[in-house]
């Protein structure tokens, strides 16, 4: 039998086919993010995933040579994100140390915000909340946690089968404690050690509403990490800082504080609300708290066991006070935990982040 093939049909067929593979290219070179990954994104959720699950692995087995495959170290950004993820990983280490500490479990939750291209490669802007499990050496049966959020802008390159990070920036909880040094660790210990469990049920309703509105707008630390702040408010991170807008909104909205000519917040907050070293003298200097201790880290240790929710830690930096965070609760040895925002923290011991020796920690007593 003989098939015969029609010219014209033929021919239309092979131009089909040749259009197609041109829009193919095209589609391919205008959204190599929609090629790569596809339109629901998922495998760009599972390299981000990895990415973090690689990091806090090597927190867990402290282990750093587990961090380099990640970077591309052959660009300066990528060398620098490299180096920076090493310092905190081993900061993490040496505070664990110091503390008594091991970490258990590092359980991370993130969202994607956006994706988008950058040369050949792709710019991924995510949030990230990592909930850090631990427990006291001496004490390995009872697990305490806390949780880190933060906001990521990541530049990747696809190399071979994978991706590499040619560029990270985040504001990082750790940036001002990677210079930790274990001059007292051995009395610290035996301060922390001595520590007992806390009994909080007899504070008042004002400080337990004031905790609540901390635990609820912590943003991407909190139990609904994509919620986010409060937008009754003002976000003041990318001016400086929202610690003490944060800190002033509990203090109102939950704690009931009236607003006065200096402490309040209309359109915008009143130095004294949304300045870290304004909010402190405020609050000292009108009677509204008193000061407990102020000093270095050792010097203030055994004091900081007598602060209760809904108090307030100052953080002072070369003669200036940097931030502020919301007592909110205490771990199985009755070491006093915080929120805050910038860096977003749930329920974080309160010098994780703040072991520099320069740091001096202002302890304060809010007067509910």
């Known amino acids: 039998m003989v098939i015969i093939v029609k010219r014209k049909p033929l021919m239309a067929a092979l131009a089909v086919l040749l259009a197609s593979y041109i829009l193919f290219l095209a589609i391919s070179e205008a959204h190599p993010v929609r090629m790569v990954f596809g339109e629901n994104g998922d495998a760009l959720q599972e390299v981000i995933e990895n990415i973090v699950n690689v990091r806090n692995r090597s927190i867990l087995d402290s282990n750093i040579d587990m961090l380099k495959p990640l970077y591309h170290t052959g660009v300066t950004l990528g060398k620098w994100a490299y180096e920076h993820e090493v310092k905190k990983t081993e900061y993490l280490n040496q505070w664990s140390e110091k503390q008594g500490v091991r970490f258990v479990e590092i359980n991370p939750r993130l969202k994607i915000n ?40 990541m530049d990747l390159i696809k190399s071979g089968e994978g991706w590499l990070i040619t560029r990270e920036w985040y504001t990082d909880p750790f940036a001002d404690s990677l210079g930790l040094k274990e001059s007292q660790w051995e009395k610290v210990r ?21 905790v609540a509105y901390a635990n609820k707008y912590c943003g991407a630390a909190a139990e609904n990490f994509i919620n986010g702040y409060n937008k009754k408010y003002r976000n003041y991170n990318p001016l400086g800082g929202d610690c003490a807008n944060f800190v002033s909104q509990a203090l109102y909205e939950g704690g009931k504080f009236r607003k006065t000519g200096t402490w309040n917040y209309g359109k915008e907050g009143s130095q004294a609300w949304i300045n870290a070293q304004a909010l402190k003298n405020y609050l000292l200097y009108s009677g509204r708290a008193s000061l407990v201790a102020r000093g270095s880290y050792e010097k203030v240790l055994s004091a900081s066991y007598r602060l209760l929710p809904g108090d307030i830690i100052a953080y002072e930096q070369k003669g200036k006070i940097k931030h502020v965070s919301m007592v909110t609760g205490a771990d ?20 994780l982040g703040w072991s520099d020796k320069g740091i001096v920690f202002h302890l304060i007593r809010v007067h509910y």
Request: net charge positive; glycine share 8%; aromatic share 12%.
């Open 114 to 153: 956006r994706v988008q291209e950058k040369g050949s490669g792709l710019t991924v802007n995510f949030t990230l909340s990592n909930e850090y499990r631990y427990v006291y050496i001496d004490r390995p049966g009872k697990v305490n946690s806390f949780r880190l959020g933060t906001y990521h802008s």
């Open 190 to 210: 035996d301060v922390i050690n001595q520590g007992t469990a806390k009994d909080f049920s007899n504070i008042g309703k004002r400080r337990l509403d004031a």
């Open 332 to 351: 199985s040895k009755g070491y006093i935990l915080v929120n805050c925002h910038n860096v977003d923290r749930y329920m974080v011991p309160w010098d």
